[in-house]
């Protein structure tokens, strides 16, 4: 009997050590790559610079767009591309540039990247800064627990949650592995789950299919926070002409498009908002000479939003215009 429990006693001092350290190195990776649990430089140093590839970039407008659709046109165009969705939730174009994760993404070499905006990319953050400091005086002692035994068993060793929802996709499995590490050990804002082509969204398996009525789209434009409004010429709108510029100077193509919107999002962004985005837009055209295409307002009364700001992941009509300019841009 003691010497069971000697043995037990080891097994949870070793799995708490285990957890320690592994906690710390994701830590430290997160400050590095500034996507969660995600080593960026690992993930486009494993694809082939020689292989033809798109990437699509953005915030979780842009995940939610489906790149299997995409593939599976390319695919029947026998177009030998392989297509990456890499949206990230909360992104800004900022984030790409001054973490490093642009010059990876150039080392990869990719013959096109059509990148996703919108309002919210060129919003005056100021607000959220304000918040967020508070929300710091607020947390300041507080502290992370240490994952317990038992919870972790019951929630990720049983075999309901071993096979759930996992036959249904193509995963990554040393992305899986990180996002199971980082969710045990209580680190928020990874995926659910990680397509290899969609790496570092955050996406709920569970909902992803759901589709929002009228009534419930309203609802959530009502109680979201009110949009800051555009600010033109801020730091934003500086860091995408700078990652154009990059782009460019690496002879890389680089095509970007508006967002898709619901009605009920639009309504509340004002005359003045919706102007001072489409001038952003037309300055970045026409000073680099990047096609824009414009997808705001395209599918804003049809029956395919998950919720007020993102597309169910299986709308077709996105999907299908994402490829068809993909498809004009390398001249398919």
Known sequence: MKENLKIVSAVVLAFFVSSTIVYFFVKDNQSQSNIPGIDTKLFYSSLDPKAHKVFLVGSSHVASLNSTIIQNIFTENKANYTIYNLGRSGDLPHDRYYTGELDHMISSKPDLVIWGLSFRDFENQQHYINN????????????????????????????????????????????????????????????DYAEARLPFAQVDINSI????????????????????????NGSEEDSMKLTIEKLHASHIKIVLFSTPQSSEYLDTISDSDKKKFASILQELSTKY??????????????????????????ANQPNDDIAKIIMSEIDL
């Open 209 to 232: 299919h759901v589709l929002s009525d009228k009534n419930t789209l309203k609802s959530q434009a009502e109680q979201a926070t009110p949009f800051q409004g555009i600010m033109v």
């Open 289 to 314: 000479n990047v096609p824009v295409f414009n997808l705001q307002d395209q599918y804003a009364n049809m029956n395919i939003w998950h919720d007020v700001n993102h597309v169910a992941n299986f």
């Open 132 to 191: 967020a400091n508070s929300d710091q005086k607020v947390n300041d002692n507080s502290f992370t627990k240490l994952p317990d035994v038992q919870e972790y068993v019951r929630k990720n060793l049983s075999i309901e949650n071993l096979v759930k929802d996992k036959l249904e996709i193509y995963v990554s499995p040393r992305i899986v592995t990180t996002v199971t590490l980082i969710n045990t050990l209580g680190i928020h804002g990874v995926s």
